[in-house]
């Protein structure tokens, strides 16, 4: 079955700075690669997805870039806050088909110091 | 639109025990999955269900258990509780047309003692 490792498990970075997450998967027909972020105390939601069609998504300061060759793909976000700080999923699945079966990555924590 | 809801938040059991958690999804989501999360492993996958049927079973002992209902409401079970079951259990919706987006409720925090 599908495996997706996560790198690193815990980041700090100063606030304004750049943060990178990485992720690699294990099975190459995982198509459908979304983020989630959880704070302390909180539900985990959605905060970018890619599908494997595209190599690179941005929304604001968020973006995400998809190597599907090397299979992996990566979380950066641009000019952090401290809002920023949380727990960040990376996840895969094959989208449609017969799968429907997220398989997350064990996540980062992610402390944005002011 | 009403989110996620989970029932209960909280339960305390001791081993041995069984245990049932509830799920209710967003109005039209008719796929539920079922999530065990823990410090170390994360989020795992246990279950997904769609239209009552499930469709994909993670890697867990038979002891846990769900099923789906006509109006999409879920339930898990997990019966001769174990103290490694203590962990956060969430559930998440979504539509089949996105399935890859999920929504998911607060979860139910279960300790086992």
């Known amino acids: 079955g599908e495996n997706v490792e996560q790198h690193p498990s815990t980041l700090s970075v100063q606030e304004g700075d750049s943060a990178v997450i990485k992720c690699t998967y294990s099975?190459?027909?995982?198509?459908?690669f979304p983020w989630y972020k959880q704070e302390l105390g909180k539900r985990p939601q959605l905060i970018i997805d890619?599908?494997?069609?595209?190599g690179e998504k941005k929304d604001q300061r968020i973006a995400v870039t998809l190597n599907k060759t090397a299979k992996h793909f990566s979380l950066h976000i641009t000019e952090t806050q401290p809002e920023d700080s949380a727990v960040y999923f990376c996840a895969a699945s094959r989208s449609g088909g017969s799968n429907y079966k997220l398989t997350f990555g064990k996540g980062t924590l992610l402390t944005v110091n002011p | 639109k009403a989110g996620v809801t989970q029932t209960p938040r909280y339960l305390i059991k001791t081993r041995g025990q069984q245990v049932t958690l509830s799920c209710s999804p967003i109005?039209?989501?008719?796929?539920v999955s079922w999530y065990q999360q823990t410090p170390g492993q994360g989020l795992q996958f246990l279950f997904e269900?769609?239209?009552?049927?499930?469709?994909n079973k993670g890697n867990f002992p038979g002891r846990f258990s769900g099923r789906q209902f006509s109006n999409s409401r879920s339930e898990m079970n997990v019966s001769t509780l174990e103290l490694g079951d203590s962990a956060l259990y969430l559930c998440?919706?979504?539509?089949?047309?996105?399935?890859?987006?999920?929504?998911f409720g607060a979860g139910t925090r279960l300790s086992v003692l």
């Open positions: 099975d190459s027909a995982s198509n459908y």
């Open positions: 890619i599908r494997s069609n595209v």
């Open positions: 269900y769609f239209s009552e049927t499930q469709r």
């Open positions: 109005s039209g989501h008719r796929s």
């Open positions: 998440a919706s979504s539509t089949d047309r996105e399935w890859g987006i999920q929504y």
